[in-house]
């Protein structure tokens, strides 16, 4: 599944909170920054990361199903502790479908993340 179709309604979900700062993979915003793992060399980024008034900084990620979702679970991780390292939360946006799929794998990797769904 392709994330760039949703990624204007994830845009549109986000412009909606309070935000100081709004950074993005999608056209006209700036990139999201980009962690990347000593041992892989596997680079980790966020779809969006946006610092609400309080300066909490918080990451989004588009949740699609894939077959093997290790990697997607090891970019949960990172980005849920980077997030509680600034007082914010990992929101993961989960269109019609991907829902179940997402809360099955927080819920069995212990990831702090909120699951919102993406319609």
Known sequence: MNKKKYLNKAMAWIEKKPTTSIKSIAEGY??????TSKSTKR???ADVSYVTHGGAKHYTDIALKQENPK????K???LSFMAGMK?????????RGHKAFTERLIE???INAIVHPLY
């Open 71 to 74: 990697q997607q679970v090891v």
């Open 30 to 35: 700036e990139n999201p920054k980009t962690f």
């Open 87 to 95: 007082r914010g939360k990992l929101h993961l946006l989960a269109p």
């Open 43 to 45: 680079k980790i980024h």
């Open 76 to 78: 949960w991780k990172v």
């Open 108 to 110: 069995r990797h212990n």
